[in-house]
């Protein structure tokens, strides 16, 4: 992996590690509540795409992962010890910088690995999107995954602007499919934009 | 693989998927709920077992698995649309099939894969149920895997009578296994036979 | 695996079960239910551990697992037949020893499988608390590892004891780990000793 390639990696896991902390605060955790929800948040996707593909999971070689985990976790802790304000917006674009990349990621890794461009679309999304599927299932909380808007099809649309463009240019295949979550995503935030499928009931 | 066993394992797929898109309805949850719980469903089981076989996961190098879920999940919701009508009796015969099918491919799978019989029992049960506890576990519904009458179990009896008439004959094996977990099935919706083991308490 | 260590492999997987029937009781399941929290809690960290590790599952060629799962199962049920009391307090001791012993089972693993120290305390937490932790989450339950009085802390405690002494002496390492977790464990249940990391809110 190329070296802004793992910058932007580490980064979306410090990114996906204070959501997981953020919910720990929530739901009133202590200290290992903490770390499971910030770990399975950050690496949770990722671990699940490669025992899939049955490649080596990416963190089993590096330790730095949880050292930025970690860091992540204490820092978000900290904040929240001197301020009760969480910046939700912030974190919020940076969770959708975060989602855009792993998808571009976990697709990249799957078509890497010679899957069809219709399984690597499975595999991108379920890298940007499972972590917190994961981590909202052991919390016990509603997985904003299944309710949120438009949260995994943004993941879907960029992964599959991905593998259209792949054969083109990589670069600009990558460049493209964040850009495409990142809009769609900040515009279903926006204007509540969602995917209903199935009619009003009760 | 098959082509018959293929086009049954096809089925199966489908009418889990059909199930987890009616959980998605029942939880109003949308687009993406509805991918996830159809798919979850229907090769979670699969999924669970070919991890723990270290086998290459069924659906890898097969796009046409998430083509079927994805029809089964579109017709259902178009279903839904004209219909608030769900015929329930037709899909518990329909979900009883698949698991009698899946118990039978999965403990045939792992046989082949060589380990003893008892661990083919439990990864054909697996097969046949795990999709269905991941489903009701994401959305935060009483697993009724763990709850229903006899679900599971009549898979168990089913993976015994394969294992048991494997080395005779494997298609009479796969008749009596299926037809084993199908008469149990029915048995226990009809007659309401449960495996009560603990004494009523509060 | 030596002898010793296999036996008492096979009474932590039996402690574990009993645990997970326990829950099932509570939760009012039947049959299956018991079978499947028995063996989640009993198998599920060790099978997580192998499954990252890519190494063969611990009882794919192992019977004798299910064997003590299912005699522990039964044992518990005939048990609570018989006695509405259950006593608590010595499970807290077998589940301190289980939760001491499968860590530096863990951890060992791990390292022997070459990753980093880091990474083996991961694994070898993981090991010992991630069965307890999907139990709980399959029976809907507040995870305890997640609120429980330093639980899992004192396994990460247990295992830096393991890798730091590991060099030295694997007997050390392994006793003195051990009795890290367990003293730990006792205290943190006699004192109610906690990792309070968020001050209090609500």
Known sequence: MELSFYIADLMGVAVFAIAGTLLAFRKQMDGFGVVVLASVTA???GTTRDLILDAPVFW???PTYFIVIGAAALGT???LRFKAYIPLNRLLIADALGIAFFTVLGTEKALQAGVSPMVAIVLGTMTAVFGGLLRDVMARDIPMVLKSELYATT??????VFVVLYDLNQSIAMVAAMLTTLVLRFGAIRYHWSLTVFKEHR
Request: net charge negative; proline share 0%.
């Open 43 to 45: 690496i949770g996707g």
């Open 155 to 160: 993941c879907i649309a960029g992964a599959i």
């Open 60 to 62: 089993l070689d590096d």
């Open 77 to 79: 802790i900290i904040w």
